[in-house]
C-alpha cells in the first residue's frame, strides 16, 4: 500500500514558541524549517510513501520543501491545525479519490524511513489508525484508509481524543523515531539521542540544551 501523507507547517514565525529556553526568536524559525527538512526528507525516502503534501502558508518553507520533492498547498481555511489537515486530505482525494492518507507532525526530526515504514504497514490493517506521541499525550500520525474520512483530532490530549473518535491506536514497539516529536527543549535532546537527520543537527550543534 502506498500512502499520501499531508504535512501541516505553520508559518515559521510563529512557530517553536516552546523552545524559547533553547533558540532565541532569530533562531527558532530556522530550527521549525530544519525540522520539517528532515521530517520530508526522510518521509519522502520511505518506501510505503507515493508523496508528500505540506500545507503551508510560508513561502520560505514552501521553497526549501518543494526542493526536497514536497507539494505545496497554500492553507485556505487558515483556521488552525485540523483544518489544515482535512483542507489536505480532500485536496489530495479530489486528485485521487479513494487514496490512503496518514497525517504526520512536521517537527519529527529523527524520522527514520524503516520505523515509518513499519507505522504505515500497520496502519493499513485498520480503517482509521493513529500513533500516540512519545509523551503518550498527543499524536504524532493519523492514517485513513482509501473509503474513510481522516477526522483528524490535533491538539490537548490528542490521543484520548484520536481514541474516542473510532481510531485504532497501533501499539508498536521500536518506532521512537515516528514518536519524538519536539516542542521543548527536552524533546530536542531526546531526539538528537536517536540521531537527529542534517538540517537539525547543523542548526542544533550550537544551541545550549536543558537537560529537562
Known sequence: MQWTLVIPLKPLSRAKSRLSDT????????????????????ALSCTAVADVVVVTDDERAARELTALGARILPDTPASGLNAALAHGAAAVREMRPRTPVAALNADLPALRPAELAAVLGAAGEF???????????????????????????????????????????????EVDSVRQDVDTGHDLRAALALGVGPYTAALSAGLLIPES
Do not use: C, K, W, Y
Open 23 to 42: 533558540a532565541g526568536d532569530g533562531v527558532r524559525p530556522g530550527l521549525a524549517l530544519a525540522f520539517a527538512q528532515d521530517t520530508v526528507a526522510a
Open 127 to 173: 480503517p482509521r489508525a493513529f500513533l500516540a506521541d512519545a509523551a503518550g499525550v498527543g499524536t504524532t500520525l493519523l492514517a485513513a484508509a482509501g473509503d474513510h474520512e481522516l477526522t483528524p483530532a490535533f491538539g490537548l490530549d490528542s490521543r484520548n481524543r484520536h481514541r474516542a473518535s473510532g481510531a485504532a491506536e497501533l501499539p508498536l514497539a
